[in-house]
């Protein structure tokens, strides 16, 4: 899609250059040609590919269940930044799928997470966005083995899920990707779903190396996904974050099978300095193992959300984990 526009702007551009040379020689004036970027199709797209772009969803064609219409739900036309995160989120820790009975259809989507460093991102982040998006309030629900989840039931948002934002139903672990409709529409929402998917899926750490405490910052991607690991590196090349990609294979016993792993990895002071300032987070536990890093220059590893907020609080010495 971006090459087509790329195309149409060049066939535009060259289709009336001799007319604008003519009419500027009329004038009295200098006629200055294209420049060289617009005459090169991989600079131009690269130039698209910055550009925010209004994209049309075209929720008309969903059909709403009657509970969907007694909830007065509504569908997003436009695509927006905070639609482009959920689209995040979802890419990271969201499963849907329409489960037919014997009597009945359901319609079920849930976003899951840790009961602790997560909770507070379903509570004040997620919820809201939920009902502003869609005029929609979900449940949060925790349960015994350690898991916070977001849920409902709604023949529309799947239905908008799949159609709109091209997002698979069922196990979506080895064919996820960054939906093509929000690469088409530039960095500008291209970054926040990037940043969903850093909130839910991504790990970020401290290792010593050759320090006396937790100074070198690593984030990092592990997924069945090779689509997209490679869509996500190519993005981080764009904003000027260096970033590798790394394949691990592995016997996995629960299948009886060799299984692939693939993840792309993002280190050292000034790349996460860069990322924070580019792509961010909304995630208040991940954005938390950032702030002791900063105001401390080191973050100590295997410490509780509750803790990190002990520590930034004042409450809690960080460097009283390297005394035990």
Known sequence: MIFKAVKT???????????????????????????????????????FFFMENETKLYPENISYSWKDKKKGLILPKLLSKD????????????????????????????????????????????????????????????????????????????????????????????IIDIPKVILDSGLNYILPCVSGIFDTDFSLSYKKKTYASHQYPIIRLSVNSKKLVETISRILNEIGITNFICERRFFDKRFDSESHQYSVSVSGKKNLDLWFEKIGSRNPSRFSRYKIWKK???????????QRKQILCGELNPGSFYNK
């Open 83 to 174: 639609l482009a995160y959920l689209a995040g989120v979802h890419i990271g820790d969201g499963c849907m799928n329409i489960y037919r009975r014997r009597h009945q259809v359901d319609y079920y989507y849930g976003i899951y997470g840790h009961y602790l460093d997560d909770k507070e991102l379903h509570e004040t982040v997620l919820v809201p966005l939920f009902s502003n998006l869609f005029n929609l309030k979900p449940t949060i629900r925790m349960n015994c083995v350690g898991c916070c989840s977001v849920t409902f039931r709604s023949k529309a948002v799947v239905s908008f899920y799949n159609q709109c934002l091209q997002m698979p139903l069922g196990k979506k672990s080895a």
């Open 296 to 306: 401390f220059g080191y973050c100590p590893p295997k410490t509780s959300y509750l």
């Open 9 to 47: 702007v060049q066939k535009y551009l060259f289709s009336k250059k001799a007319l604008l040379s003519k009419k500027a020689g009329r004038g009295g004036l200098n006629y200055s040609p294209p420049a060289k970027w617009l005459r090169n199709p991989f600079k131009l797209k690269k130039a």
